[in-house]
C-alpha cells in the first residue's frame, strides 16, 4: 500500500486482472460514496452486464460529483475501465444532467467505444440508484431487489475515481470532496482528510453568515439534522448544509417522532399526493405512502404485506417536502417501521408491477423544487477548490460503512502515517479497512474512533 500522498498519478490503464482490481480495491477501503457506504470491492464482484456511473447528484445544494467530473475526466473514465472489467461489464454508462457541460465536455472525447454519456434530465430524484437504472437502461429494479438483479453494477463518481486511485496508486480512501453550501461567507467544494471536524470544515468555508444557524449533514432532502458540528467527515460525507435555525428544513427535523405521528393521525386527508408523486411507486413498487400513514393512524387498516412494503422507502423525502400539502412526513413514519420489522429481522417480498405511464412527468425539476424548498436565497455554486486542506488532528470513526464494524489495529501512543491502515474488518466480515488520514500520533482509541494527532 502506498502512503505517499504525492504519489505519482497515472496517464493510461494499467494492466492488472479482475481479482487484483478487487483486492486492491479492498485494501484501499474504498466504499459507496455517495451515502450508503456499501464496499466497493463486493460490488464489484457481482458478474453482469452494465457498469453504471450515478452521476445525477440531484441534491440541489451539492456540486461535488458534476465537478470532480471535470476536473478528472480520465480518471473517472479508467476507473469505469477497471471497474468493468472487475465486473465483466461489456457496456459502461455515466448517468449525468445537460447542465454538467464542462463535464460533458471534458469526457466526450475521452470515451472509448464501450463506455456512453447517458443525459438526465433535470429532476429530483434522478440520482435514486433504482431511478437512475431506468431512465438510463430503461430496465427496473423489482421492490427490494438490487441493481444486479437485473445486470447493473451502479457506483457514483467519488467511489469511481477511488477506484482508480486504488487500482493504480494503491492509495487509500484518506479524503473526502464535499460541497458547503447555504449561509457561509464562501461557499465552496473542498477537499479535506477524512476525521476533520465539520467545524473545521465550516472555518474553512468562512463560518456562517447569521445569527443562529442550524446545519444539516448532506444535501437538503435526504441529509441529516448535525447535533453537534464536532462530527467527523467520513467517506460518506456528501455535504455541510448551514441554514437559519428558523428554515423549515431544520425545523422540521427537529420534530420529534410523537408529535409527528400526532399531526399524521390529526390531518391526513388521505388525498394520496405523496403516493402520487412518489417515484418508486411512480416506477411500479407497491410502495403506497397514503396506506401506510393509513395504516399506522387506523391498525385495523394494517396489514403485514403492506407494512414491510416500507422497507422499499428509498427516503428520497419527495412525500414531505413536496407532496404533503398539510406537513405529514410519510418518509419518516416509514423510516420508523423500518427500523422495527429491521429489528424483527423480517424482509418483503411483492411484485413489480407495471411502471405509471406518467412517471417521467411527475418527477420534480430541481429548479422547482429549489424554489418549494426556499432555498433560493441560500443557493449558491459552490466552486470546487483546487487546494487540498490539512489539519492537525483527525476522529476516524471505526464505523463509516455498511457491515461490520471495524477493529483498530493501532493503540494510543502509536506513530502513524497517512494512508496506512488503523482499522480492519474481521476475516470475511462485510466491511472495508480504514487508514490513517494524516501523519501523526495516535492519542485516543474508543469503541467508536481512533484519534490522530500530527506529529
Ligand atoms: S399527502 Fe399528506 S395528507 Fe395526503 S395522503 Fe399523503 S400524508 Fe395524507
Ligand atoms: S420517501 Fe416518500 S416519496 Fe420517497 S420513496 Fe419513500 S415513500 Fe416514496
Known sequence: MNTSPNAFEFTEL?????????????????????????????????????????????????????????????????????????????????????????????????????????????????????????????RRVPPAALPVSVGVVVNNVQTVLNIARAVEQQFPVTRRTLT????????????????????????????????????????????HLLTTLDTPVTKTTGGLLVLPEKHPLIQRRRKDERTLLSVAKTVCEQCRLCTDLCPRHLIGHELSPHLLVRAVNYQQAATPQLLLSALTCSECNVCESVACPVGISPMRINRMLKRELRAQNLRYEGPLNPADEMAKYRLVPVKRLIAKLGLSDWYHEAPLSETEHLTDNVTLLLRQHIGANTLPQVQKGDRVVRGQCVADVPAGALGAPIHASIDGIVSDVTELAITVVRG
Open 14 to 138: 494499467i494492466v492488472c486482472d479482475a481479482q487484483a482490481i478487487r483486492e486492491r480495491v479492498r485494501a484501499a477501503g474504498v466504499v459507496g460514496a455517495g451515502g450508503a457506504g456499501f464496499p466497493a470491492h463486493v460490488k464489484l464482484q457481482a458478474q453482469v452486464e452494465i457498469f453504471l456511473v450515478n452521476a445525477a447528484e440531484c441534491e440541489p445544494m451539492l456540486k461535488v460529483d458534476q465537478q470532480l467530473m471535470a476536473q478528472q475526466a480520465a480518471r473517472l473514465v479508467r476507473g469505469v475501465q477497471y471497474s468493468m472489467k472487475a465486473t465483466g461489464a461489456r457496456e459502461g454508462i455515466i448517468a449525468l444532467k445537460e447542465k454538467y457541460r464542462p463535464a460533458i465536455a471534458a469526457l466526450t472525447s475521452l470515451l472509448p467505444s464501450a463506455i456512453r454519456l447517458h443525459i438526465l434530465p433535470d429532476v429530483y430524484p434522478a440520482g435514486d440508484e433504482v431511478l437512475t437504472i431506468w431512465m438510463a437502461t430503461g
Open 180 to 223: 458547503v453550501n447555504g449561509a457561509v461567507a464562501h461557499p465552496q467544494t473542498l477537499t479535506v482528510p477524512i476525521g476533520m471536524s465539520l467545524r473545521e470544515v465550516l472555518s474553512l468555508a468562512g463560518g456562517a453568515t447569521i445569527d443562529s444557524p442550524g446545519f444539516i449533514n448532506g444535501g437538503p432532502m435526504m441529509g
